[in-house]
Each structure stands twice: as C-alpha cells, then as structure tokens.
C-alpha cells in the first residue's frame, strides 16, 4: 500500500536524514519524488540478494536490518527508527542488497529511486557530506561489534545487548528502556550472535542481582553502571 499524502514540509518527523541537510529550496521537489509505502508489522522492506532499485527512509516504526549468516542463522545489525536510512549498503555496483530490512511494528517508509538519490547527493552537498560520515560512523560501529562478539562471553554478550538497546531506543521515566515490549527475546540474542535461551537465562541471573527488573517483556534498569563495567575492557 503506498500513500504520497504528506508533504515532507508538513511531516512531523524532524529526524528525517533528508530533511536535516537538504535545504528547504529542494524539498518541495524532494516531495514530488518520494514514494510512502505503508507496511505491516514483519513485512520486509527488501531482501539480502535482491537488486537495489533505491534508497529507503523511515517515516515512523521500527525495522530489524539482518543479515543471514552460518546455518542459516540471523545477525540483526541494527534496529532503525523514525528517520533512519535503509538500503544504503546496497548503493554500490554491484547494486545488491547485502542485507535485509523488516518491519517489528507497523512502518511508513519512504522510497527514492537510485537516479533520484543520485542527483540529490550531486545537488546537495550538505547531505554527500553527512552521509559520508554515516558510512563512517556505521564501519566504526561494525568493527567494534566484531572485536566485542569476538572477545566477550555470553553474559557479556548480553549485557552489550541490553546496553545497545538503552542507546538505541532510550530510557523512559522509570528507567524502562522504550519499545523493547515490541522485540521478541530472539531479537534480542540476535543482536549479540545467542540463543533466545541464553538471553532470557542471563537477563534472569541480571534481575536476581537487582541489575533490572523484568515485567513481561519490558526491562526496567536498575543499575546501568554495573551493567557498563560487566562490559568494560
């Protein structure tokens, strides 16, 4: 389902990559080139091994970027939120998606033919210039998550996993970390290259130590600085 309603002008999504560095000037031809797609939770947005025909942006909801690894098993690379860009990776020749995107919740996403984009990053140096550093800040990123599931053992693991998820999504006002109701314990461990069993066992031995508090599927911290120094290297 595809809806082109909503004037990039009038989104309400300020954390928009596009509409953070393209000047206003542009945006309205921006507008009359995007593309809104309206998916359902656990569609996917594209698929590793697929051609590239475009770059994605997230209007709003969260999707889950893997890549299928040994045995068949999924790697989530990163949870994307509103604003995020998706499908970047697969921009250069040869024009492949090296990994998959899929929705957690309900998403609108944005799409830009690759020509579209192109131009844009010709026109818009401000945007080549932030996207380049989103590359780099990506690498630096993967590298580091190399060298942790590499060195860390499992209730490391875990405790990296909770960390990444208190950044990526934020803490509320009690100290539960938002969004993480809508992740299944599987994300979770695939975050960190574990088991669902591995996971919900070290969360348990976290909550015995008064480090969170699990209510369902939500998790309240307790002590972020104890879980920062079981990580600490």
């Given amino acids: 389902m595809t809806n082109n309603k909503v004037s990039c002008l009038d989104c309400e999504n300020n954390n928009c990559f596009i509409k953070k560095y393209t000047p206003i000037s542009i945006i309205e031809d921006v507008n009359k080139n995007k593309v809104i797609n309206c998916l359902s939770k656990k569609q996917h947005v594209f698929f590793e091994g697929n051609e590239n025909t475009g770059i994605y942006f997230v209007k709003s909801g969260i999707v889950k970027v893997y890549k299928n690894g040994a045995f068949n098993k999924d790697?989530?690379?990163?949870?994307?939120?509103?604003?995020d860009i998706l499908g970047h990776r697969g921009l250069p020749k040869p024009n492949i998606f090296s990994i998959s995107a899929q929705t957690i919740t309900d998403a609108e996403i944005c799409f830009f033919s690759r020509d579209y984009f192109f131009y844009l990053l010709?026109?818009?140096?401000?945007?080549?210039?932030?996207?380049?550093l989103f590359y780099a800040e990506e690498l630096n990123h993967e590298e580091t998550k190399l060298r942790d599931m590499a060195i860390f053992n499992v209730r490391e693991k875990v405790a990296k996993a909770v960390l990444v998820l208190i950044d990526r999504f934020g803490l509320e006002d009690n100290n539960e970390i938002m969004h993480v109701e809508k992740l299944s314990r599987q994300d979770v461990s695939e975050l960190v290259g574990l088991t669902s069993n591995q996971v919900t066992k070290v969360l348990a031995e976290f909550k015995h130590e008064r480090l969170i508090e699990i209510k369902g599927k939500r998790i309240i911290i307790l002590n972020k600085s104890s879980i920062k120094n079981i990580v600490s290297i």
């Fill in 75 to 83: 790697h989530i690379v990163r949870f994307s939120l509103d604003g």
């Fill in 122 to 132: 010709e026109k818009v140096p401000q945007l080549t210039i932030n996207l380049m």
